[in-house]
């Protein structure tokens, strides 16, 4: 008989030590404390309450939103000697009764449950008349209307926990670590004094990079070449581009298969198998592909568009090198997979759960995300930096392990440009979109700028010796270090913050790295 945490993480899960965070985290929901984790993607949340759901008392609910990683975490916990269940509408409803008069037996010392199950009369009787000593609320980001994921659902919990004769230990995972979803988690989840513990971020060995190929395709096959017989993944950003890209590769000769949701389950679950038993080694994929998968070999991912958020691409590059082995995060940009993004924010599928109101927000939120990404393919600073900053983890400046770091940028001195720029937005009052403000520090003679009388400014034309793409970057920086803001409107406009209004009285120099290569510079439609 297994009395403590190691005998279990020995006995039932076959591992010598815990990773990172974990023993932290069981040790709190031991002593009974109500227990946040904030870890990223592969870092092993799962044991840190499985375990302890071994060692208490009673039954442990775990909550959680996917139910097809419901299936798979209670069909190994029963493998490893666990006794578990699951309850959720993949069940017909003699399954259901019967799996809830098993765990009114006591049968179960693990259940999953999906959120929309627990305030049902049925449920709440069973949960009632039963010793639950804790409750495990997995990806509890979904609780958060500023999560990527926000859950109406989920807001259930609480009215539930309510309605229990008596309070369990409260535990709650994610992996998105921004500020506002961790207090939303603490605040809408009601735990008590909480023991937040955060893993760090930071994945050393993966190599960070965004590039800007003419041909994305042939910027594949070249990465592809320098990963020979290696496995990968391509995030693609629709269904048609995983078709054109898997189809292609196979044509030149490469083991590549698909996934995305337009596939039948059968086939969805033979591409997997194939990846993963490197029968295909090379996976082309939507972001339907990956969750609950656990392949540790991955060497590269490439994502062929730019993903709506930095949670999503972090999650879905973060699947390479679970090894601990070096492996390729690289992001092919280009300007349309903004206005790709873009459009499906404003007219993709919708939430059903969620009210106008909401999704209102949701949307204004998503914009903002977008912009958050967008800036990560155009930052010249460390990407890694960037990320972690993004995520509220402190990190080192220079991380000598992404583009940006390995790439010798010229330093350039922009403290003039800035103060005209912002002076320039401040007159006009902060009205106008970038490309307004661009022609009117350049002088242009447009009718819309002659007609807006902006050539009556005093700035009018003061950069006239910068070219368009450069004033373009300098904005962007600038809106990234964020002296400027843009506006979450169907027009965005360019305005001046505190910052920048400091700057202008300060003596302190500002310094930007530049790089004299060709790109695009389609940030901003404004
Ligand atoms: P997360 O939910 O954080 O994405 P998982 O709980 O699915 O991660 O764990 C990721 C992988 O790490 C799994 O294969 C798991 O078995 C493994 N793992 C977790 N803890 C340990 C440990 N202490 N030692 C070795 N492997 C571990
Ligand atoms: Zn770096």
Redesign the pocket.
Known sequence: MVKDKYGV?KEY?G?????MG?EELIDSILQGKDTLGI?????????CFQIPAVLLEGITLVISPLISLMKDQVTTLNQAGIPSAFLNSSLSNRQYSLALRYAKEGRYKIIYVAPERLTTAQFLKFASESKISMISV?EAHCVSQWGQDFRPSYLKIKEFIHLLPSRPVISA?T?TATEEVREDIIHILQLKKPNVTTTGFDRPNLFFAVRKPSNKYTEVLKILKAHLGESGVIYCATRKNVEEVCNNLNLDGYKATRYHAGLSDQERKDNQEAFVYDNSPIMVATNAFGM?I?KSNVSFVIHYNMPKNLESYYQEAGRAG?DGEPADCILLYHGQDVITNQFLIEHGSQNEELDEETSKLVKEKDRERLKIMTYYCHTRDCLREYILNYFDDKSENHCGNCSNCMNNFEEMDITEIAKKIISCIYSAHSRFGIKVIIDTLRGSKAKKILRLHLDQLPTYGICASLTEKKLRSIINFLVLKQYLSITNSEFPTVGVTEKAIDFMNEEHILTMKIVEEVEDSTVEQS
Do not use: H, N, V
């Open positions: 993480l899960f591992y010598e030590q815990f990773r974990q870890m990223p993607t592969g870092a092993g949340k799962s044991i997995d995972f992996a609950g656990d679970r």
